[in-house]
């Protein structure tokens, strides 16, 4: 039997997207930490931290099992802008994203059994479109902003506000794609036996 894969995590986003690339994990069961940056803490280091938490904490639980784990969070030069959980939160992210490029940080962690880990780390940079009232008033109507790092989805409607990106798109949605099928690739993680009779 190959190991099973846990997916570290509560976002049903990141869940969507492994399926996208033919990936159904065994299981599913969030870390449940505190995400709070520590005092000074920049974005690359925060989303590298807490991917590793979220791993490591899963993984104590089910040490005979592959737990992949990420973090997304959005960066304005060496502040983090919170996972919006208010209107008024939402609000300031976007009025501050207005006009301007901001990073997308992915701290992405996979821990195999017998203690082995992969870590990778995805930046994709992002433009927004300067924002008039009118388009902020109506998207925080839309509340897609809710649970989002940086009070937005670029996944739904605000894709319109969004001219340009570098990186990956997946990236900024939750999970860098790429990262994940290397980083299983490499550990040797497999979703289905080899045929019966056939070599490994
Ligand atoms: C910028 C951006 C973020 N997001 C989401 C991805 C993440 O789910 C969320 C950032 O919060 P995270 O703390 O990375 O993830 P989470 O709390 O949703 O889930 P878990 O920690 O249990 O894995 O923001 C989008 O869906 N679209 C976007 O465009």
Redesign the pocket.
Known sequence: MAAPLIL????P??LALLRQIGIEPDAVE???LD?TPLPGELPVAHARR?ADA?AEAVARRHPEAFVL??????GVGRRILP?AEDVATARRCLELLSGRRHR?EGGLVLRAPGGRIGRRLSTTRVAFKRLSEDEIVGYLAGGEWH????G????GS?AAFVPWIEGSYSN???LDLAQVHALLDGLGWRAEEPPAGQPE
């Open positions: 570290a995590s509560a976002s986003r990141r969030p870390a449940e995400e807490l979220k784990a990420a973090d997304t969070v959005v996972k997308v649970g989002k790092a940086g937005y989805a670029i996944q605000a900024v949605v939750g």
